[in-house]
T-cell receptor
Framework: NAGVTQTPKFRVLKTGQSMTLLCAQD?????MYWYRQDPGMGLRLIHY???????AKGEVPDGYNVSRLKKQNFLLGLESAAPSQTSVYFC?????????????FGPGTRLTVT | SQQGEEDPQALSIQEGENATMNCSYK?????LQWYRQNSGRGLVHLIL???NEREKHSGRLRVTLDTSKKSSSLLITASRAADTASYFC??????????WGAGTKLIIKP
């Protein structure tokens, strides 16, 4: 039981390049989330999904897209990376919604955009 | 927008002492959750306390919730070096997301 895994762990992009971050969970969770964490700030929600085939915008969705084609996977895409997207990205999942259930986190992806 | 605010931002204590961290929030909530983050790692859930609960325990952790003051506290008793981490509170006011504070950085000195 691996829990929540993220690939890659580190990445350096040049401004304007694109990339996809992959999140996978093996706990059969319905909800999945993408967050970014910047120094001195709490986590900020980028996008989330409440089930296979569904996605929704969080607090800071601009510049990112997501897809959840399979229940166990949640992909985060950056179409044209900007230095402001330098951050640590965390994926999380939960059995159901936040009103009742805790979230399980992946180890994070450290992204630098130059 | 940031809902929770932790206090203090940083805390350094001797091993064996108790550590107390506080969290304040702004709107009504369904529950409040505490998480721990070791340096360079993902977050780990510690405790979830519902809005109709006042206190909850888990091992050396004690969480209180005062909805009238919109505040919560996390007490770690008999601290250990392994407790060195950042601690975050997060509030759930809807089913769809948690709103996070900026965290308290706890350092346990041997």
């Amino acid at each position: 039981n691996a829990g929540v895994t993220q690939t890659p762990k580190f990445r350096v992009l040049k401004t304007g390049q694109s990339m996809t971050l992959l999140c996978a969970q093996d706990m059969n969770h319905e909800y999945m989330y993408w967050y970014r964490q910047d120094p001195g700030m709490g986590l900020r929600l980028i996008h989330y999904s409440v089930g296979e085939g569904t996605t929704a915008k969080g607090e800071v969705p601009d510049g990112y897209n997501v897809s959840r084609l399979k229940k166990q996977n949640f992909l985060l895409g950056l179409e044209s990376a900007a230095p402001s997207q330098t951050s640590v990205y965390f994926c999380a999942s939960s059995y159901r919604g936040a009103v009742s259930y805790e979230q399980y986190f992946g180890p994070g992806t450290r992204l630098t955009v130059t | 927008s940031q809902q929770g605010e932790e206090d203090p931002q940083a805390l350094s204590i001797q091993e064996g002492e108790n550590a107390t961290m506080n969290c304040s929030y702004k709107t009504s909530i369904n529950n409040l959750q505490w998480y721990r983050q070791n340096s360079g790692r993902g977050l780990v859930h510690l405790i979830l306390i519902r809005s109709n609960e006042r206190e909850k325990h888990s091992g050396r952790l004690r969480v209180t919730l005062d909805t009238s003051k919109k505040s919560s506290s996390l007490l770690i008793t008999a601290s250990r070096a392994a407790d060195t981490a950042s601690y975050f509170c997060a509030t759930a006011d809807s089913n769809y997301q948690l709103i996070w504070g900026a965290g308290t950085k706890l350092i346990i000195k041997p």
